[in-house]
Every structure is written in structure tokens, then in C-alpha cells.
């Protein structure tokens, strides 16, 4: 996430989802694929200030942007909506969620058109060390095809720095709970990196 500074009392944070996508056998005979999903691309404008209870709130638009290398590793859609975040820090403990609601508005016609809910709760605590462990879900429900997609993650990430740049890197585990099919399923291995830029 990038926060910026637009007047003495809000943020704009921008926090940008760029995944790389390594699969095979979707379904019969789909065979491999690797190379850029959909980027995801979120401003939230966030007050600077907690509130009175110790809550860090934002708010604003959701995009996707149909910048796939593979027709099997996207959706070939341009989709929008509002997405907010909350969060709660007390002690080593931070605990909250981050949703967004996406629609598809372009793209092409022969593919699916996207109208799917995410959420995202979490909690996770950090040591003095800079260990942060987490624990969080990633469920999205499709409404065009009325599925769940429940992953459940546990994930170890420590910060650290190259240079003057501080970044968060780690590893954990992924357990689909719940997943359409073809979709992925059961126990998988997650790698995390995000670069930070505090303020």
C-alpha cells in the first residue's frame, strides 16, 4: 500500500494486486499456463487520525483490469466498485476486514460477465522482532454463478529492508474450504511480498 498525503486531515492509499499465476488441468485437456492474472487496483481514502475507539478506516473504488498474458489466467473483463476497509490495532493484535463489490461494465462479450462480492477478515499479531502471524480469509461469492470460493490462509511474513526500501516477505498455507468446481482445491502453499511505504 501507498499512502499520500491530499490535505491535513485524509490519505489516499492506493494498494495495487498484481498476481502471478502458475496452473494446469482447469479442465479436460486445458493443459498449463503461466504469466499475469488481472491486476487489481484499489484506492481507499482513509482520515489520518483514528477514531475515538481506535479504528482505521477507508474507503473507495475497486478496479480490475483485464491485463492477463493468458485468455485461461483472466477475464477478459473491465469491472468496477466500492471497496472499504477496517482495522483495530491494540498491543501486537490487529484485527479487521477489507471488501469490495466488482461489476463488470466492458471486455469481451463471449466471456463471463463479473458480478462477485469479496471479503476479507483478518487478525494477526506482531512481535518485537517484526514476525507478524496471520490468519485470514479471502472469500468471494460469485452472484452471476452463485458459488463460494472460501480460501483460509495462515501466513508467517517478517520486514525487512534492501537499501532504504522496507518490504514484508513470507510464506504459509492456503486451504480451500469451499470452491466451485473446476476452481482451485485443498491444501496449497502461499508466498507473500509487499513493498511498504510507511508514512
Known amino acids: 500500500m501507498i499512502p499520500v498525503s491530499i490535505n491535513d ?26 504469466g499475469l492474472g488481472d ?32 485468455d ?22 490487529t484485527y479487521g476486514g477489507l471488501a469490495n463489490h466488482i461489476t463488470s ?31 485470514q480469509t479471502e472469500a468471494t461469492y460469485d452472484w452471476e454463478g452463485e458459488e463460494w470460493s472460501v480460501p483460509i490462509s495462515a501466513v508467517a511474513t517478517k520486514v525487512t529492508n534492501i537499501g532504504s526500501q522496507l518490504f514484508s516477505a513470507g510464506v504459509g498455507l492456503k486451504y480451500w474450504a469451499d470452491a466451485p468446481d473446476g476452481a482451485p482445491g485443498g491444501l496449497g502453499v502461499r508466498f507473500v511480498f509487499t513493498l511498504l511505504f510507511p508514512k
Open 9 to 34: 486531515d485524509w490519505n489516499m492509499i492506493s494498494r495495487t494486486i498484481v498476481p502471478l499465476i502458475d496452473q494446469k488441468d482447469i479442465f479436460p485437456d486445458a493443459g498449463s499456463q503461466s
Open 39 to 70: 491486476v487489481l487496483q484499489i484506492v481507499f481514502f482513509s482520515p489520518k487520525e483514528p477514531t475515538a475507539n481506535g479504528w482505521i478506516w477507508g474507503v473507495g473504488p475497486a478496479f480490475l483490469l483485464p491485463t492477463a498474458t493468458d
Open 105 to 135: 461494465v466492458a471486455g469481451a462479450s463471449d466471456r463471463a460477465d463479473i458480478n462477485a462480492s469479496f471479503m476479507q477478515p483478518f487478525l494477526s499479531y506482531t512481535t518485537p522482532d517484526a514476525w507478524t502471524f496471520t490468519l
Open 72 to 93: 485461461l489466467l483472466g477475464t477478459e473483463k473491465w469491472s468496477l466498485g466500492p471497496s472499504v476497509v477496517a482495522l483495530r490495532q491494540r498491543g501486537p493484535w
